[in-house]
């Protein structure tokens, strides 16, 4: 759909905007908005009354609020933001902030709310701007964009200064047109946002999809007529009645990586190692690598050889696995990841070992009673203690073959999915910049349209 623009416009004199509707206003934000409300409007309240209480996971990035937490104002109002019905709230901490975390506040308890300390509040001037219209502005591309240049602190501590918010210039409607304004990018942005519900609930059918043929590959196999027989292990069930049952350190090596020593790192033998966060599920990465110290018996035991599995050890994924390709020249690896090398690789290939990993991962075998939220680890002694089924070399082989090709077709529809997502977010950027700063004129178009 295109949209008309206004019939006359002029120099807004702030760079960014350039030019904007001839009648809007060009003001500093804290003209409009008071920032950060004192709490002493509540200091006549019981301390015993009830709000509600939002955490930054309580806050949505496209506004939506979760109500479900409340707390006395005496339990709340010493360490975290105050704020109330119609305040808009902007998270100013990385990457929420960039990620438009924040919302207008209505059906607090009570009317009122706390939350984490890392929101910038802001209550509207009634006869200046409404809340929706302000909370439009927060979430619009330019003012993210431009409040990610004033971002103070390292890594993952930068923040917005509240002085950014409170002397950020833009432009203004006057309030009739907010309203039309509002009205036209809820209905606008809800039907994207509808749109890009359907494509990731396409992408977890996808997910489901992929992983249930893994699952039934690995612990079944390609023959639907293959008598089967119990494996004796209640979360593999029956397998095929020729695979072998037998511990996974019977038919493979684990070698726990090097620990980290940079008392010891001479200078004379560094070597690139891989970490943990390199190594994702099915990709390693080698840009950039650290390096330590890797003398001549240390070479021999931790060096990486093509087709070896490299396994995480523990944190918050024990058993994401990725094969080593010799993706560099010479490489090895550090602790809390596993080295997995077949003892016969004529009985035996790591691709299949691969996609085993992934279903019990998935399956949550590695994980403590099952419990996908337990910070678990997988020792070498316990990984080689697992027992699996594994069928002769010709059927891992195809097995292998045949889950190749099936997840990259999974993969190929999942990136179609994630890119539909991606030109849908774009586009709802596009239309919420447009919108704010008098790029399109949607009077005519709003259920609000100004007689």
């Not at 990731?200 to 196999?221: M, N, W, Y």
């Amino acid at each position: 759909m295109s949209f008309s623009r206004y019939p006359k416009y002029k120099d807004s004199g702030v760079a960014w905007l350039g030019e904007v509707p001839e009648h809007w206003e060009v003001k500093r934000l804290r003209f409009v908005a008071e920032l950060n409300p004192s709490k002493s409007e509540i200091r006549d309240l019981d301390r015993d009354t009830k709000v509600s209480f939002l955490p930054m996971e309580a806050i949505g990035d496209a506004g939506s609020l979760n109500l479900e937490r409340e707390k006395a104002v005496g339990e709340v109002e010493a360490g975290y933001t105050y704020f109330r019905d119609g305040d808009v709230v902007v998270a100013k901490i990385t990457p929420c902030y960039e990620n438009g975390k924040g919302a207008l506040m209505k059906g607090l308890l009570n009317g009122i709310g706390f939350g984490t300390t890392e929101l910038i509040v802001a209550r509207p001037k009634r006869d200046q701007i409404t809340g929706a219209y302000l909370h439009c502005l927060f979430i619009s591309p330019d003012f993210r964009k431009i409040g990610e240049s004033y971002m103070y602190g390292a890594g993952g501590q930068k923040r917005v200064p509240d002085a950014f918010v409170r002397d950020f210039a833009t432009v203004f409607p006057p309030l009739s047109e907010q309203l039309c304004i509002t009205d036209f990018l809820d209905r606008e942005t809800a039907k994207i946002d509808g749109l890009v519900a359907e494509q990731r609930r396409l992408i977890e059918l996808l997910k489901e999809k992929r992983q249930a043929v893994i699952s039934h590959a690995v612990t079944k196999g390609l023959n639907p007529n293959a008598t089967m027989k119990p494996s004796g292990i209640e979360w593999l069930g029956d397998v095929p009645a020729h695979w072998s049952i037998v511990p996974i350190g019977l038919r493979y090596s684990v070698q726990l990586g090097k620990m980290l020593d940079t008392s010891k790192i001479t200078g004379d033998h560094l070597r690139p190692y891989l970490r943990v966060f390199d190594v994702q599920w099915g990709k390693i990465t080698t840009e950039d690598l650290p390096q330590m110290d890797f003398d001549e018996n240390a070479r021999v035991k931790y060096r990486l050889s093509p087709g070896d599995l490299l396994v995480n050890e523990g944190g918050s994924y024990p058993g994401r696995s990725a094969i080593w390709n010799g993706e560099i020249d010479e490489c090895y690896y550090q602790k809390a990841l596993h080295r997995m090398r077949a003892y016969n690789a004529n009985e035996d290939t790591t691709l299949f070992l691969f996609y085993l990993m992934f279903w019990a991962a998935n399956q949550g075998v590695f994980v403590a009673g099952g419990n996908e939220t337990t910070i678990e680890h997988l020792p070498a002694e316990k990984l080689r203690r697992y027992r699996f089924a594994f069928p002769p070399i010709n059927e891992q082989q195809a097995i292998a073959s045949y889950l190749s090709i099936e997840t990259a077709k999974f993969d190929a529809l999942t990136t179609e999915a994630q890119r539909a997502i991606d030109l849908l977010q774009e586009r709802r950027n596009t239309l919420i910049s447009a919108a704010v700063t008098g790029q399109i004129d949607v009077r005519k178009l709003s259920e609000k349209a100004i007689g």
